[in-house]
């Protein structure tokens, strides 16, 4: 199963231009000055609480909006603490859990508030990308916001969900992702069915409540927390389902949000993984195309005969794993994934280059280790629990009830959509038919009607948000501003486009929204 949103691998490996944005690249006439957070009667206190502007402040829900938090100094000129919230929002006296948070204040020492960013997944550590914050955003930005980091629930250092072990995620991301007979799809359900049964019996009740509705909610309380009246927001790839989300429950609430890398909340499971799946054929054709214009490129001269010897050589896999030097074959899930990371940044090719040279002579070390850098294992084991959170996310966000007959079915459409990538894709759902509950609170239907302008960013060959993703946001939120990279890899923000950053920061920092012949870079 590929994801919406893995961009966490590559969270430290982008790079802000630092230009101050332009006036020129907006339009007076289209900003969002309305939003700035100020300091009045009725807003944030001194203490981080509000007086008056929080209709939950006095209701049940009011000892979690107005918590204070006991910071910490942590590495990077950091805070860091927790932040209670409710397992259960409709049992605001029932359970709790913490949920790790980090902060770094503004420079300067004088914010317009918080800057709450996610980099997606589900199940990437917002604690850990927002301490990327100097590599990540602008100076201006940097200067103007304290950047908040939190691990959303279920996720990193927030009441992680962990159903198997380091061996038990090894064998779930080794299986085979396309069973071609009947034995081997029974031993596929096997393995996600004890999977679903380890997740149901580590999480217990906060199974039902990691959905992303419950996550929106969350970064409200955040929000709020912190001393905000609207929110100010950066979610790339799944944390643009987030910010999206959030608009949808507090379109009153929404100040600056850029959701980079766009998803499509409109869209259902298999479709999703329709859309992706040719969305990472797109990138896969972009690569060979730059690789067999050089002068050595393993895949021949050819572009058509590139591409079909990546998917020639994952079909091998499938027969016959690669020895890599180690105890762990190179299966044809594994090779799928190391063929993947690359693709998300256009830096990241001639990596993909080598591997494939030394795949091709039988050596599958440098694809396993890019296929372990996408799931943040190391030799000591997994860094984090993203291989496995992002089931307990997507399977309530997108609940299936696909059998095997239903996918089979489905397959022909799904290899036409991406020749190489497909049937893969087509396989997918299965993990959520199995899944053991049902969200407790499901995702809403989304336009956020009377939410300030929110900057929708898309790259033209995003290999897993692609592009009609981010066109469809844009037209579904009634304030929706579509900002478009022309480009390829994996979100805009901070990849080396002057044009995308200069507009980003302007629309953090300043409330400009640009102007229609100003957003397409």
Known sequence: MLVAALALVLAGCSSGTGDEPKDSESSAAESTDASKTEQTEGGPTEEGQTDGGEPEASGPLGRFYSQDVTWESCPGAFECGTVKVPVDYSEPDGQTLDLAVNRRPADGGSAVGALIVNPGGPGASGVDYAQQAVAQFGPEVLRSYDVVGFDPRGVAASE??????????????????????????????TVLSSFAAGCADDAGALLPHLSTTDVARDVDVLRAVMGDESLHYYGASYGTFIGAVYAELFPDRVGRVVLDGAVDPSLDNEEVNRQQAAGFETALRAYVDSCVAQSECPLGKDLQKGVDRVGAFLDELDAEPLQTGSDRKLTQSLGLYGVALPLYVESYWPVLDQALTLAFAGDGSALLTLADAYWSRTESGYSGNTAQVIYAVNCLDDPSDATVADIKESIPSFEKAAPTFGRTFAWSPLACAQWPVQPASPVPDIDATGAAPILVVGTTRDPATPYEWAESMADQLESGVLLTRDGDGHTAYGQGNE???STINAYLVKGAVPAPAKRRC
């Open 499 to 501: 044009c995308i950053d």
């Open 160 to 189: 992680p969900v962990e159903c198997l072990d380091d061996a038990g995620v090894d064998e779930l991301l080794a299986a085979d992702p396309d069973p071609d007979t009947a034995a081997e799809v029974s031993e596929i359900e």
